[in-house]
């Protein structure tokens, strides 16, 4: 029997990259228009109301975390999938990306001795020494993944402009399989979305657990967005839901309400 659709939910607390999407529309000087603006969507997941998913979301516990830093608007786009991350990963922050300026915060996690910052990005465009391919573990640090969300134009001048990054490790990424994402163009076919790359990253950390459960949760995601796009049926009991809730015996830990670290 088919599971009955959620009813749209709104969160109690925004999370790292919808304080950014907030922060970023008042200091708007005009509204961002979207493809698909006139719809009426869902303030949780960014769907259309009709398709909302945020009653199936899994929120999982991990030893690891992610530091977002945001292209100009990319906050801003339904299609974003940091957004995807912050919705699961518990220890997720996100901070808007200036050449000009850093954000005090930014610099306070970077620097907590808890973390061990590493920057996701290609090794080609680093400097040997700080090239790895796995996560560097040194005195019981968590690790802390730095994703550079934008445009690959904007990722590669965030890379090379953001000189508070370069004590940092370059963590390289080496996937066994194809992207799935098709919810944008890329000009690099062989580019992962930051929600693929975040679920390769907790891989090599060791949260198979976390890394299953983001990847379940960009799957239903894509679907759905797609389906809407498409102004397919909305199909309620398929392959990428079922996967969802068989997620559903992990429990939800308390959802993280400062920006600080």
């Given amino acids: 029997m088919p599971f009955a659709t959620p009813e749209p939910a709104v969160p109690s607390v925004l999370h790292a990259v919808a304080r950014q999407r907030a922060q970023r529309l008042a200091a708007s000087s005009k509204p961002y228009v979207a493809r698909g603006a006139g719809l009426v969507r869902c303030s949780g997941c960014r769907l259309p109301a009709t398709h909302c998913i945020c009653g199936l979301r899994p929120v999982v516990p991990s030893n690891a975390g992610f530091c977002l830093l945001l292209g100009d608007i990319e906050a801003l786009k339904p299609t974003n999938t940091g957004w995807l991350i912050a919705d699961v990963v518990p220890d997720t922050w996100a901070f808007g990306w200036s050449r000009t300026e850093v954000d ?132 309620v009991d398929s392959e990428a839901e079922q996967r969802v809730r068989a997620l559903g015996h992990i429990t939800r830990p308390a959802q993280r309400s400062a920006d600080a670290p």
Wanted: net charge neutral; glycine share 4%; with cysteine.
């Fill in 104 to 235: 005090p915060a930014l610099l306070a996690l970077l620097a907590d001795p808890q973390w061990r910052p590493h920057v996701v990005f290609p090794t080609e465009y680093a400097a040997p020494s700080r090239a790895v391919t796995t996560p560097v573990v040194d005195d019981g640090r968590r690790p802390l993944f730095v994703l550079l969300d934008g445009t690959w134009s904007e990722a590669r001048k965030m890379f090379r402009k953001s000189p508070w990054l370069d004590s940092a490790p370059v963590l390289g990424l080496q996937p066994a399989h194809a992207s799935r994402y098709q919810l944008r163009r890329s000009a690099q076919e062989h580019h992962f979305c930051t929600a693929e790359v975040a679920a390769l990253c907790l891989d090599l950390a060791g949260d198979a657990v976390a890394a299953d459960a983001l990847d379940a949760w960009f799957g239903l995601f894509s679907e759905r967005y797609l389906s809407a796009r498409g102004h397919q049926p909305l199909s």
